[in-house]
């Protein structure tokens, strides 16, 4: 497998939107419960900007986009402005591939370089071991879990935060 970790191009926006809607469809990985057309995703794009904090990278494997992960902002308060929410998304038949660890390591890398970014938080909805094990791997460590916040498929679903510094 050939893969490549770039930045998003608005042409990869219609897999970046079935990526995305398959978790939907099938996961409490995300909290979203309708599908998103591309036209809807667009305003979502245009929030990652390249040159800024909330950034968008996208994993392409022998020329198909297999996956993505994103940096964007963390609460809507200045004094957050150190901090950003980040969360990666892997095509199902590129699942556990390494993918998710790659993307992770160039989002990480990019914000590390960013001047005033302290911080880093993600999300993993419970259960999901192979997420868990990936943001620990990726250098996050567990800061808590706020118990039954979300409900998805007719269950309420626990939601594990971590943290990760930015300091270089």
Same mark, same amino acid.
């Given at each position: 497998?050939?893969?490549?970790?770039?930045?998003?191009?608005?042409?990869?926006?219609?897999?970046? =939107?079935?990526?995305?809607?398959?978790?939907?469809?099938?996961?409490?990985?995300? &909290?979203?419960?309708?599908? &998103? *057309?591309?036209? /809807?995703?667009?305003?979502?794009?245009?929030?990652?900007?390249?040159?800024?904090?909330?950034?968008?990278?996208?994993?392409?494997? /022998? $020329?198909?986009?297999? $996956?993505?992960?994103?940096?964007?902002?963390?609460?809507?308060?200045?004094?957050?402005? %150190?901090?950003?929410? =980040? =969360?990666?998304?892997?095509?199902?038949?590129?699942?556990?591939? $390494?993918?998710?660890?790659?993307?992770?390591?160039?989002?990480?890398?990019?914000?590390?370089?960013?001047? $005033?970014?302290?911080?880093?938080?993600?999300?993993?909805?419970?259960?999901?071991?192979?997420?868990?094990?990936?943001?620990? /791997?990726?250098? &996050?460590?567990?800061?808590? =879990? &706020? *118990?039954?916040? %979300?409900?998805?498929?007719?269950?309420?679903?626990?939601?594990?935060?971590?943290?990760?510094?930015?300091?270089?």
């Amino acid at each position: 497998m050939n893969l490549v970790i770039r930045s998003a191009i608005r042409e990869d926006l219609p897999a970046l =939107t079935e990526i995305y809607n398959h978790y939907i469809r099938s996961s409490h990985a995300t &909290f979203d419960l309708e599908e &998103f *057309t591309v036209e /809807d995703r667009a305003a979502w794009f245009d929030a990652h900007d390249s040159d800024s904090r909330h950034l968008l990278v996208v994993a392409e494997a /022998d $020329g198909d986009v297999v $996956g993505y992960a994103t940096s964007s902002m963390f609460r809507a308060k200045a004094a957050y402005d %150190g901090s950003v929410e =980040t =969360t990666v998304y892997v095509a199902a038949s590129a699942l556990g591939l $390494g993918i998710g660890r790659a993307l992770y390591a160039e989002l990480i890398a990019r914000l590390v370089r960013e001047p $005033g970014l302290h911080r880093a938080y993600a999300g993993v909805a419970l259960p999901n071991p192979a997420s868990v094990a990936l943001h620990l /791997d990726c250098g &996050f460590t567990v800061i808590g =879990t &706020f *118990t039954e916040a %979300g409900h998805k498929f007719g269950e309420y679903v626990d939601v594990q935060w971590f943290e990760r510094s930015l300091d270089a």
